[in-house]
């Protein structure tokens, strides 16, 4: 848990993260956790995600001392209309929603533990790649059409499988290809190639990760760096075969360039679960696409990363409380 220490007098928190606040235990340990600890609790019961106005009517409404926040943006002008917050605890991995400049000015709290969701995401990316290789998905959508046409596709024992990041999700990512044999190459914008070569995989240029991956799933923050660093240009170096599966931010690919190369067969396929706007809706000639798997940002909502998430925040707020 990364937690800012500092003097903290919660009263009242208030819970803008969706997902949170539809979990009935996450609900009752936080409340459970308000009675032992002398605070309330404010729901957010919209069911949305809040734009900025409704952000702060929100925060301001309930009188907050802290909040649990989720993919909400959390602005500058959200942080100088909501003058009593003091912590920030977030429910997710990313920060790229937060502004952590203002946070650290106003000396707010931030309370946040990465990786907690990494196995969830890993898996998605699992399950796109072997029911693309595999030709699982092709396989039901022709059942389902009353053909029989038999064709498994190929392994990914035989795949080079190319992972573009390599924190917690790459890195996790990265060690179960590994177990299924593929060769992983993996890049990152630090040195890793220690870490890399502890799994059986290689650091490379990102250069030769695109040229010679089967598979090229990305898992970066979203920053100016990486917003927009995989679109025409990378297209024109991928393997015709290749599968691009973005689990990550919807900034760092050009999904439309990229979707329009699978329509045309220019690629293997497409999986993406971030998009530039969410929700997203699909343009008719993707959504009939045999080769574009597109799922509505579910990477890291299993039921387990979700509770582990929302127990994340809420350690965080009882860590600040009970800090000696």
Known sequence: ??????????????VSAVSFVKNASLVAELKNL???????????????????????????????????????????????????????????????????????RRGITLAWKAGVNKRSVSELVLAFALGHFHKASAGIA???????????????????????GFGHVGSDL???????????????????NAEAEAL??????????????DLISFHV?????????????????VKPNALIV???????????????????????GLAVDVYPVEPYRLESAWASCPTIYCTPHIGGNTREAVLAMGRAAIAGIREALTED
Not at 1 to 14: C, E, Q, S
Not at 66 to 81: H, N
């Open 1 to 14: 848990m990364t937690l800012t220490k500092g003097k903290i007098t919660i009263k009242r928190v208030a």
């Open 34 to 104: 308000g009675n032992s600890l002398g605070f309330d609790v404010i729901l957010n019961e919209t069911q949305r995600v809040l734009d900025q106005k409704s952000l702060i009517e929100f925060f301001t409404q309930a009188n907050a001392d802290a909040a649990i926040v989720g993919t909400e943006i959390i602005s500058g002008e959200v942080l100088a209309a909501a003058t009593k917050l003091q912590l920030i605890a977030k429910y997710g991995v990313g920060l790229d929603n937060l502004d952590e400049a203002e946070l650290n």
């Open 142 to 164: 022709t059942m389902r059409q009353g053909q029989w046409i038999k064709d498994g596709g190929v392994q990914l024992s035989d795949l080079r499988v190319g992972v573009v």
């Open 174 to 192: 990265s060690k179960i290809l590994r177990a299924f044999g593929s060769d992983v190459v993996v890049h990152d914008i630090l040195d890793k």
């Open 200 to 213: 059986g995989a290689r650091q490379v240029s990102y250069e030769e990760l695109l040229t010679t991956s």
């Open 221 to 237: 923050p979203a920053t100016a760096a990486t917003s927009g660093m995989f679109g025409v240009r990378e297209l024109t170096k």
């Open 246 to 268: 973005n689990t990550s931010r919807g900034s760092v690919l050009d999904v439309t360039a990229v979707a329009n190369a699978a329509v045309r067969g220019d690629i293997g």
